[in-house]
């Protein structure tokens, strides 16, 4: 078979109008392409389940399918209680907090009047109006923390409609994701299917055991300083640690908040060490020995996907954009033509680099992961 071999200028043309066309049909199937993924990845962290209640329970494949579902649906309902009983608590303390941090803004200013001499009674109190208005919205509060799991009742049922088809025929998919291939490639394709898919379904696992790790740190760091609404705090920056660097960022600027409000300058200043402490221990323990080095992404990649993902699907789009990114990084990395492309978008690499280890007791010792 003859290429046709095209002008460098006129490949880059297509590969720009390519891009170009491949984020306007992003944009435009939000509805569909949104909730399918988060589907595709939930079937990645459901897979093993099903396997075992298939192969060693001898579940029909419905049976199982249904049965993770359930699970799935239990786990999901259960943290949409937490959130709703814990900002309805929060909801109700808002007056409260309000009248707090205006008492601390007015002693803040006599202290910066009498200490500096300067006049700012027009910045602060320009502060407080826009600090009333925001204590006083709980729906923006409300609207800002159930937008980050769904964007309304169709977004769940669209979900859990893909979830189910994606978990039951996901036979028919690998096998014909090999099929469309020539005969004489099937064997490589199929090898490349079984490695994403075990990198992903790991991947996907590593992300959530992070989350887990990350909220159980901050909720005994949170605790401990004695902040109000510890957990909920806790679970949220676990869940915006999903967005590298940005996430831990603003989830520290809201526990400070909190703490500032129900508490004293000092204790949002320990938090703030403390969310510091975390995010050292996250990158240098928890990511490299829990989620690996092979589906790291580069810090600039990152942010480029953090901004595409929010400006093509909002906030669903922040957190679905870096297990995306970490996707096609390893199918880059798989296929021969794009593997400078899959370097491109992960961390430099360190060929001498010894891998860490820690010896927790006599038989058990963690390992850094690939």
């Known amino acids: 078979m003859n ?24 944009a435009l199937g939000q509805s569909i392409l949104a909730p399918f993924f988060l589907a595709f990845l939930m079937a990645m962290l459901f897979l093993p389940a099903a396997t075992f209640m298939e192969r060693r329970l001898r579940f029909p494949r419905s049976i199982s399918t249904m049965t993770s579902v359930f699970i799935m649906l239990a786990i999901l309902a259960g ?27 007015s002693n803040l200013q006599h202290w910066i009047s009498k200490t500096f001499n300067v006049k700012i009674d027009e910045q602060l109190d320009y502060i407080n109006q826009g600090l009333n208005k925001l204590l006083s919205s709980s729906g923006v509060i409300l609207g800002f923390t159930f937008g ?11 979900f859990t409609l893909f979830f189910i088809f994606i978990l039951n025929y996901r036979r ?8 469309v291939f020539n005969e004489k490639h099937k064997a490589s394709v199929q090898e490349v299917v079984t490695e994403i898919r075990v990198m992903t379904k790991k991947y996907i696992f590593g992300l959530c055991l992070q989350v887990l790790i990350v909220s159980v740190l901050c909720s005994i760091l949170l605790t401990v300083l004695g902040v109000k609404y510890a957990i909920l705090l806790a679970v949220l920056t676990g869940l915006l640690n999903v967005i590298p660097y940005l996430g831990i ?7 400070c ?3 500032f409000a129900t508490g004293t300058p000092s204790t949002c200043i320990y938090v703030a060490i403390g969310y510091i402490a975390v995010h050292i221990i996250d990158g240098n323990i928890v990511l490299p020995f829990v989620v690996g080095s092979k589906v790291k992404i580069n810090a600039l990649f990152s942010f480029i996907g953090i901004i595409l993902g929010e400006h093509l699907w909002g906030i669903a789009g922040m957190f679905l954009c870096i297990p995306a990114i970490a996707i096609i990084k390893i ?3 798989r296929v021969e033509g794009l593997k400078p492309w899959g370097k491109l978008l992960g961390e430099e690499e360190k060929p001498d680099k010894k891998k860490k280890s820690y010896k927790i007791s006599k038989n058990i010792t963690i390992k850094e992961m690939d």
């Open 3 to 26: 290429f046709l071999r095209l002008p460098f200028l006129v490949n880059l043309t297509l590969v720009v109008i390519s891009i170009i066309g491949l984020g306007y049909l992003l």
């Open 79 to 105: 943290l949409i209680y937490f959130f709703g009983s814990q900002l309805s608590d929060f909801s109700k303390d808002l007056p409260h907090l309000r009248e707090q941090m205006t008492t601390v803004f």
């Open 148 to 158: 980050i799991f769904s964007s309304g009742f169709g977004f769940i049922v669209f």
């Open 172 to 179: 028919v998919l690998n096998n014909f994701i090999v099929t």
């Open 249 to 255: 960022c603003i989830s520290l600027l809201i526990s």
């Open 257 to 259: 908040f909190i703490a």
């Open 331 to 333: 199918i880059f990395e």
